[in-house]
């Protein structure tokens, strides 16, 4: 069965920044597409990011662009999620997920739904 775990997150004041950690066991990550979702209380869940598995080409949410930065390590089996200058409404669990359908059909236009899903870590943004 496929497994995801995520880590690193955590409290941290505004401005600050995480980085959170997927490591995939029983399967080579390498081979899936990854996304990073999050969830607030009270709130619908969120796709943050998308990478994809052959060229690394990803995509952002516009409440993340250009502070959030997903990228992969296939030697580690594993997906970053690298957070900067966060601020209180991303507040939320954030969770990784894969998938083995492809780039387009999984993270463009959402047809295929990730199959496999980690735990969450909760990320807490506060002075």
């Known amino acids: 069965q496929v497994q995801l775990v995520e880590s690193g997150g955590g409290l941290v004041q505004p401005g600050g920044s995480l980085r959170l950690s997927c490591v995939a066991s029983?399967?080579?990550?390498?081979?899936?597409?990854v996304g990073w979702f999050r969830q607030a209380p009270g709130k619908e869940r969120e796709r943050v990011s998308c990478i994809n598995n052959s060229d690394g080409y990803t995509n952002y949410a516009d409440s993340v662009k250009d502070r959030f930065f997903v990228s992969r390590d296939n030697a580690k089996n594993t997906v970053y999620l690298q957070m900067n200058n966060l601020k209180p409404e991303d507040t939320a669990v954030y969770y990784c997920?894969?998938?083995?359908?492809?780039?387009?059909?999984?993270?463009?236009?959402?047809?295929?739904?990730?199959?496999?899903w980690g735990q969450g870590t909760q990320v807490t943004v506060s002075s």
């Open positions: 997920a894969a998938d083995a359908g492809d780039y387009f059909n999984v993270c463009v236009i959402g047809s295929i739904p990730f199959g496999s």
């Open positions: 029983r399967f080579t990550l390498g081979d899936y597409v």
